[in-house]
């Protein structure tokens, strides 16, 4: 009796053993993951720390700011306050610098650095590996190619067919906003581009 009482503690022993380790693992992991993020947050605290924001919490962020339905005021409210640029808070240690003056935007596209590894890379296979994806002197020459087919002279006839579009656009919006219509301008702003794009690329007259 005495043998089996043993043989069956032991495996018992042995998984409680696995599940102390397992968990020592997991805390370990947990508290590694943590240092991290905090690492990360500091790192990013200190690389927009001359771009002045409103108080963000420490997980959320300014999350909470764009859950009202009031996102537009928000913004708006941002580039009054804050000129030329402010970081806007995703996460604890996600930060997205958003840029609303001319002279920084003319900065951004001339310089090399790397693309976010997020954004696009999911299309990769679907795009390939071109213009929009490529970094350092791969993507200057591609881009040195593609330059003379996007020059001025070449896009100025496309303005004014831009011009129409967009004007079509602004007419809905008066006559929506003289009847106090509810007026959402992603729907809008998203025929008015495809419309523009319909009539530069395919020469197609219509009415968005």
């Not at 409680?16 to 805390?27: F, I, K, M, P, T």
């Not at 679907?126 to 896009?155: C, K, S, V």
Request: aromatic share 12%; with cysteine; charged share 20%.
């Amino acid at each position: 009796m005495s043998v089996s009482v043993l043989s069956l503690t032991r495996p018992l022993d042995t998984v409680s053993g696995l599940l102390q380790l397992a968990s020592l693992l997991g805390l370990a992991l947990l508290l590694l993951k943590t240092a991290q993020l905090y690492q990360r947050r500091q790192w990013m605290l200190k690389a927009i720390q001359q771009f002045p924001s409103p108080p963000s919490h420490w997980f959320f962020g300014h999350k909470q700011e764009f859950q009202t339905g009031l996102e537009l005021q928000e913004l708006k409210k941002r580039t009054e306050k804050y000129r030329c640029a402010s970081p806007l808070w995703l996460w604890g240690s996600r930060v997205s610098l958003i840029v609303y003056d001319p002279d920084y935007m003319k900065m951004i596209p001339g310089r090399s650095d790397p693309k976010s590894e997020g954004a696009y890379r999911f299309m990769a296979p679907w795009i390939g590996n071109g213009l929009l994806l490529l970094n350092g002197e791969i993507w200057f020459q591609h881009r040195r190619m593609l330059t003379p087919a996007f020059h001025y002279d070449i896009l100025k006839p496309y303005v004014r067919l831009m011009v129409d579009s967009v004007q079509v656009m602004l007419d809905k919006w008066e006559e929506l906003l003289s009847q106090n219509s509810h007026l959402e301008i992603f729907e809008h702003v998203s025929l008015m581009t495809l419309d523009t794009i319909m009539k530069c690329a395919f020469r197609y007259q219509g009415n968005h």
